[in-house]
């Protein structure tokens, strides 16, 4: 857990702004997601689907908006969700997140008040990265 500053509540309120936009027909779970990237922000939903396993998770929607913007590198990213506690973000996006930066911070926020920071190298220690497959004994 790290220290909450100025810039990841500025960050938090992007997704929290956006998270009434969530298309959540099904699981009525609104998500919304923030990136800053290139001293950008990127803001993203969750987009659920008549057939269930087409539905996008909010910060895959977020980070698609900022790689379309030119920005591989995310400095940060935020979620918000319905629960009470902070929303952590699923398996999936921490695997795509750690594709853009394996350290990035992660703000995470809920209905109640509680924030909470980490890198997100805590919530996906070891990832697997592009490294493994630049290594010249992979050839
Ligand atoms: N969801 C996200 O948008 N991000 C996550 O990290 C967790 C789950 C969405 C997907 C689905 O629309 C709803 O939350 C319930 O799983």
Not at 31 to 40: K, Q, S, T
Not at 60 to 77: L, M, Q, S
Not at 100 to 129: H, K, Q, W, Y
């Amino acid at each position: 857990m790290h220290e909450i500053t100025q810039p990841d509540l500025a960050l938090l309120a992007f997704a929290r702004e956006v998270q009434s936009k969530a298309y959540a027909p099904y699981s009525s779970f609104r998500v919304g997601a923030a990136v800053y990237a290139g001293g950008e922000i990127f803001q993203g939903v969750n987009v659920e689907n008549a057939a269930y396993g087409a539905t996008l998770c909010a910060e895959r929607g977020a980070i698609t908006a900022a790689v379309a913007a030119g920005y591989t590198e995310i400095d940060a990213i935020a979620v918000v969700g319905d629960s009470e506690a902070p929303t952590a973000p699923c398996g999936s996006c921490r695997q795509v997140m750690a594709e853009f930066n394996p350290t990035m911070r992660v703000i995470m926020g809920g209905r109640g008040d509680e924030v909470r920071v980490v890198s997100l190298e805590e919530l996906l220690p070891e990832a697997f990265v592009r490294g493994y497959l630049d290594q010249e004994d992979t050839k």
